[in-house]
């Protein structure tokens, strides 16, 4: 699924620990959270390969116990299916030994024996949460999988991916990334593109009533919910355009700016998307040449924060400290950043 077509909303890690939570409250059972992600898992697959042998990493988390569903599920429909498991059956938490219970197939370690004759991997070893890089034995078999050029199915995100800000912790491209209700801000930031490959939003039950609950403040700008909608006007000439991901503000451009514009021009030709912060107002160019100064008022301490730790700066859009620049702007414009 492409960026554009992802449900607008985007969801931080906890914000999607609150949405489970909330769906719990409202009387879906965890297992059956589990279970049907699990299967959309193992219907993803199906929808993109025929069957063939799967090797299905488990980790010690709900991202394990989402894995055992989706191989119980393979196995069902005929696919040849090897499980490796992090840890024995009895030291797993009680959700993740209930699935373990189901499976009728042996329990293999997570190692690269497991990978032999594979033709298909998931990865369901850790989910957006993991804050730490990957280590031992986990990023050894996930570099297996990369070195023997084997197509990898990640579920929720590839194993080491931060899915708050896309940080790479050791993480290998996944061919399909499954997550579930939402997407996360780390599937579109930093190295989430590059690793996540395709990304398939699946519903799990979660009812969409609980977004009104979370306090959303991540969007996707997109064609269908442009951030325009978020900004405020600049009189007659304001408008805001979606391109290449990034918002460009239009309003009137003063004759002394010309030369910044210029300049704002060169590096977005050249990087793509730019916000160049000279004051209280920011200039934003597009790859076009469209550079143009929105005049927004912005609130006294936020301005001076903003004069004092980010000016004069240039980035374009797959640059960290780009995305610092606009998460602080639109923060200091009361507005919900877009992330992608």
């Not at 049907?36 to 299905?56: C, E, F, I």
């Amino acid at each position: 699924m492409k960026p554009a077509a992802l449900p607008h909303e985007l969801l931080s890690v906890a914000q999607m620990g609150q949405a489970d939570r909330l769906a719990m409250a409202a009387g879906l059972a965890f297992a059956d959270l589990m279970e049907h992600a699990g299967a959309a898992v193992a219907d993803a697959l199906a929808a993109r390969w025929t069957p063939r042998p799967v090797a299905v990493l488990c980790g010690p988390g709900n991202n394990g116990g989402d894995a055992l569903v989706a191989a119980r599920c393979l196995l069902a429909a005929g696919w040849p299916v090897r499980l490796a498991l992090c840890t024995p059956p009895s030291r797993l938490p009680p959700a993740l030994q209930a699935q373990a219970a189901r499976w009728s197939g042996a329990f293999e370690p997570v190692g690269g024996g497991v990978l032999d004759g594979a033709e298909l991997v998931i990865d369901g070893l850790f989910g957006a949460g993991l804050n730490r890089p990957l280590q031992g034995e986990y990023a050894r078999v996930l570099l297996s999988v990369r070195a023997r050029r084997l197509p990898m199915v990640a579920i929720d995100v590839p194993s080491g991916l931060d899915g708050d800000t896309g940080a790479d912790g050791g993480a290998v491209p996944a061919q399909l990334t499954v997550t579930f209700f939402r997407a996360k801000p780390g599937h579109l930031l930093g190295q989430g593109p590059r690793l996540c490959g395709e990304i398939e939003v699946c519903d799990i039950g979660i009812p969409a009533s609980v977004l009104d609950l979370i306090g959303l403040d991540t969007l996707l700008n997109t064609a269908t919910l442009p951030v325009r909608r978020l900004l405020p006007r600049s009189g007659a000439l304001g408008l805001a355009l979606a391109h290449g991901g990034w918002t460009i503000v239009r309003g009137p451009a003063p004759g002394p700016r010309l030369d910044l514009l210029a300049m704002a021009r060169r590096e977005a030709r050249q990087r793509g998307c730019v916000v160049l912060l000279t004051g209280p107002t920011p200039i934003v160019a597009d790859p076009g040449g469209l550079a143009l100064i929105h005049p927004l008022a912005l609130p006294d301490a936020s301005a001076e924060a903003l004069r004092a730790t980010l000016m004069p700066w240039m980035a374009g859009p797959a640059r960290e400290r780009g995305l610092r620049i606009w998460q602080q702007l639109a923060c200091a414009l009361q507005l919900a950043f877009p992330a992608w």
